[in-house]
């Protein structure tokens, strides 16, 4: 029985890969519970789905009556494996494991910033009980192996997208009619949360020094803290009537059939999900090369990588791409085929097997 646990309130990229390796093992008959956060968007999506989830109040990594209560689970449910899969979850574990269980533990990082040099920080991030650390990029391994983790200890397992959920185009003019976007505009799409380090306030000024006169919307899609700010920056930019905020959105896959061109900014990101689902969907992109980012994409074939912060590249970038409907559809056509290498079938497979390489055989069933 593996134990996966997640802290998260909230439904992000995180969340989905969750989601992804939950449903993968199941199709493998391998016994599963998933640990988190009571009344979270992941209980609401495995209870639908037939997958047993377990809500457990977690209110920080310290919580110690969330930790027992895990510990209590382990014994309970005879739990052979714990995979974290958040940064509270990976304290939690070790605090449930302390001196009372010999289950291994296998970490998920998808944050490509170094761990603090606090004593704690040390305890947790190089405690002889952390079996593996699971990095979602190359990026992110490097900068482990930066704050002394033991090479032998981390391998990358690429985050992965279902790629049939891209394999038709989803209606989308819809959209057209709901944000006012004129039927000839070229449409720049951006997902992600409207938080520093996804740094839209670099893509806005990018958005500012572009020099097409073809017209174009650039569409903000998620939520955030800085919405205010970022939506004060447009105004004092003077590009109100090229930028449109969506908010949240549940139609991804209908945005993304509206999209011509695809953007992530980012400063610092694990892999960046989004960009596969904009390649798997077929988009050209322009992006930065801030954490894995440039592990996915190829600069001149099926994007424009930009430095971190450089709005005068990224407007160039995107100047191109929405002045060429050749070049959109060139570099579209390369992503397409590019990431086939990201398959949510090869991140559940070497998963599997660094899980197979703890448990043999036990794996597939409690009696085996």
Known sequence: ?????????????????????????????????????????????????????VPIDMRGEWDRRAYKNIRS????????????????????????????????????RRVDFKPKSSFFSRWKYQHPANDYYLPV?????????????????????????DLKRFSKSVP??????????????????NVAALVDHKDQETLLNAISKMRTNIDF????????????????QAEQLGITNKVIFTGYRKDIPALLSLFDIFTLT??????????????????????TNGGGIGEMLDHNEGAYVCSVGDAESIAQGLDKLVGSEELRTKFGAFNKTSVKRFSVTKTV??????YYSFLGDTLYGEGT
């Open 217 to 232: 919307r650039l569409m903000i899609v998620g939520d955030g803290k800085l919405e205010t700010k970022l939506k004060n």
């Open 172 to 189: 989308h003019e819809y959209l057209r009619e709901e944000f006012h976007i004129p039927k000839k505009s070229i449409v720049i799409g």
């Open 137 to 161: 990029s190359q990026k992110i391994k490097e900068v482990m192996i930066e704050s002394k983790i033991a090479p032998e200890r981390i391998i990358t397992v690429y985050s992965g997208i």
């Open 73 to 108: 689970l382990c014994i309970s449910k005879n739990i052979k494996l714990i995979h974290t899969h958040t940064a509270h979850a990976h304290t939690l574990a070790l605090l449930a494991k302390r001196n009372h269980l010999n289950i291994p533990l296998i970490v998920s």
């Open 1 to 53: 029985m593996i134990l996966h646990i997640n802290t998260s309130r909230e439904w992000r990229g995180g969340e989905q890969q969750l989601y992804y390796l939950v449903q993968g093992l199941a199709s493998y008959k391998i016994s599963q519970i998933v640990v988190g956060q009571p009344d979270s968007p992941l209980e609401t999506k495995c209870k639908e789905n037939g997958y047993e989830f």
């Open 349 to 354: 497979e070497k998963t599997k097997l660094i």
């Open 266 to 287: 980012s400063k610092e990101e694990g892999l960046g999900t989004s960009v596969l689902d904009a390649m798997a969907s077929a988009l050209p992109i322009v992006a």
